[in-house]
């Protein structure tokens, strides 16, 4: 009787040894991975307008540069507006889908990012989705130098279907010729589908 | 009849005479046994002192008594006290002793003493011992087994601070990793006023980390030396000498230009910092302003530091949240004047203010636009001299790692 109540306390203390160690214990499985950085080419790459051949550009021009601080690719487009004329330009950039999916696009955030000789001046500037057709709101507009709609609906392009952008403007007559009046700063969003 | 009463008589007197002797004498009982009154012997020495017999070879310093505790054992036999003197004030106890039993004496030896020198052990019962140290000056903070000697190369105050991994900061600046981290900073012969102040990361897991002073966090120990041209600093692993707090104003506001121009539908907005919160800690020789701010796309954390030599510094590192938004103007730090370059750092001269800057360029115009930063950027360590004097971060020369050795062996 007395070696059975040994035997028992011998069993109880053991689980209390295991219990403390099991407080202390931890396991971890560490799984292995590694990643590759790879790249790949944009959903949409933009091209030069047939309007930039006008009168060489005069117009309507772009080309783009590298920021090498952060790394990006930035696509520059001048736009000339006539003071006190309305211009129409109805092909200044053109965006296409270089995916087998289709892809939607929109002009977002349009935001005055300099004004460097009067941007009140810019008394009316619409940059719109010629085509393809079909958005409620197709374009993006600044009144006297400021953002008043900044995003348009999406458009979807089909694989090699290009999309084509214009710009109205109108330059207050009082602006001084030959200058730069402000930079906006406008993004096209690209969602590609499936 | 004569006989019995002498018989009686000694019998009556010799036991009550052992018994009044036992009680009365200093030793009590103890002064019936035989052998020593007590044994000297050498007790716990460091590694660095070599002993032959009761020879003990030690060194002493210029800076500070070298003390070598429980250098010496007594060991007492009978309930008494020894007397413990020395001929160049090593010991500071005048007896040891009580009951019998080990009693540990203590050597600490003055600065600057060099020679022989006799601890001696005596009681009045003419018994004596003593033991004989040797003493050598050496060029060492007392207590101290390793130091680095820095060898740095520049002029004016420079602000040198140790961390407990190793890293030699100077003005707030990493520069080197020493292999000793330690609180005592000898230079020029001197023992060094020092500061403790701790530091803790202010985001977890970046490299660099991004620290901030804290009231907890790592300890960094910091000194202030002025160079000219190619000079050592020597650092012991030692705790700190007492230190008495200088009486120091705050550091002056950050007065510069911070932020980066935002674009916005209705114009350019210059994103300026907003201080969330503030705190001031003062240590022995300085008072830092540590300051968290935040702005539309990013936060700051900043700190400024005054010093008692006329100098002040900053430091502050810049979170970027990721945004595709086009600047045309980036200004880290922005104090006035012309930004410059001079070999590995930024200079702006306002007035007779110099700001030397080390880290990414702390102001740019874009034109043509270009993007704001994105996510932590490297620390600007920033140092304001308006007394003209001060050259720059020095550079580090060499670093040596030195144990002290026995000098005899």
Aim: glycine letters at 8%; one cysteine or more.
């Amino acid at each position: 009787m007395v070696g059975s109540e040994n035997v028992g306390r011998r069993v109880a203390l053991l689980a209390v040894l295991l219990g403390v160690v099991a407080l202390f214990a931890a396991v971890s499985v560490i799984n292995v991975t590694y990643w590759y950085v790879n790249t790949t080419a944009p959903p949409v790459i933009k091209y030069v307008g047939n309007d930039t051949r006008v009168m060489n550009g005069t117009f309507v021009k772009a080309d783009w540069y590298y920021d090498p601080n952060t790394g990006l690719n930035i696509t520059r487009v001048y736009v000339t507006g006539v003071p006190g004329d309305v211009a129409n330009i109805t092909n200044a950039l053109r965006v296409c889908n270089r995916y087998n999916v289709p892809v939607k696009i929109r002009i977002t955030d349009v935001s005055l990012l300099q004004d460097i000789n009067g941007a009140n001046y810019i008394r009316y500037m619409a940059v719109k989705i010629v085509d393809p057709p079909g958005a409620a709101d197709n374009k993006v507009v600044i009144q006297n130098g400021t953002a008043v709609d900044t995003t348009t609906d999406y458009v979807t392009l089909q694989p090699g279907q290009c999309a084509i952008l214009g710009v109205d403007i109108i330059i207050d007559a009082n602006a001084p010729y030959n200058k730069t009046l402000a930079a906006y700063q406008i993004n096209i969003e690209k969602v590609p589908q499936q | 009849m004569w006989r019995e009463q002498a018989a009686r008589t000694l019998l009556f007197f010799l036991p009550t005479l052992v018994f009044i002797i036992a009680l009365t004498a200093p030793g009590g009982d103890y002064a019936f046994r035989a052998g020593p009154l007590a044994e000297v012997a050498v007790g716990q020495l460091p590694y660095y002192v070599y002993v032959s017999n009761k020879t003990l070879h030690l060194y002493s310093s210029p800076y500070a008594p070298w003390p070598y505790p429980k250098a010496l054992e007594v060991k007492l036999f009978y309930p008494t006290k020894v007397l413990v003197s020395s001929t160049c004030g090593a010991v500071a106890a005048s007896s040891v002793g009580g009951d019998p039993g080990s009693y540990p004496v203590d050597v600490v030896v003055p600065p600057g003493f060099q020679g022989d020198c006799w601890v001696n052990f005596t009681h009045t019962s003419g018994w004596r011992d003593a033991v004989l140290l040797r003493v050598r000056l050496v060029d060492w903070y007392p207590g101290a087994t390793e130091r680095a000697v820095v060898t740095l190369n520049g002029s004016g105050w420079q602000f040198v601070q140790v961390g407990q991994g190793g890293t030699l900061y100077i003005w707030e600046r990493p520069m080197a990793q020493i292999p000793v981290a330690g609180c005592v900073f000898v230079y020029n012969r001197s023992v060094l006023l020092s500061e403790t102040q701790r530091y803790r990361e202010v985001a977890p897991n970046l490299i660099p980390p991004a620290v901030a002073p804290s009231s907890s966090g790592s300890v960094r120990y910091g000194a202030f030396i002025k160079l000219d041209r190619v000079s050592q600093l020597y650092i012991y692993k030692a705790d700190c000498p007492t230190t008495p707090r200088l009486n120091i104003s705050g550091p002056p506001p950050l007065r510069a230009e911070i932020g980066v121009t935002l674009p916005t539908p209705t114009g350019p907005v210059f994103d300026a910092p907003v201080v969330n919160n503030s705190v001031i800690y003062t240590t022995g020789l300085r008072v830092i302003n540590y300051t968290e701010a935040s702005a539309r796309i990013y936060r700051l954390y900043v700190y400024t530091y005054s010093t008692p030599v006329g100098l002040w510094g900053a430091v502050l590192r810049f979170n970027f949240a990721l945004t595709a938004l086009l600047t045309v103007k980036i200004s880290l730090f922005r104090p006035g004047g012309e930004l410059q370059r001079v070999g590995d750092v930024w200079i702006y001269r306002v007035d007779n203010v110099t700001y030397w800057i080390y880290g990414p360029q702390p102001y740019r115009l874009c034109d043509p636009p270009c993007g704001v930063p994105a996510g932590w950027q490297e620390p600007l360590y920033v140092v304001v001299d308006p007394t003209g004097q001060w050259g720059g971060w020095p550079k580090i020369v060499a670093v040596r790692h030195e144990v002290l050795q026995p000098w005899r062996s």
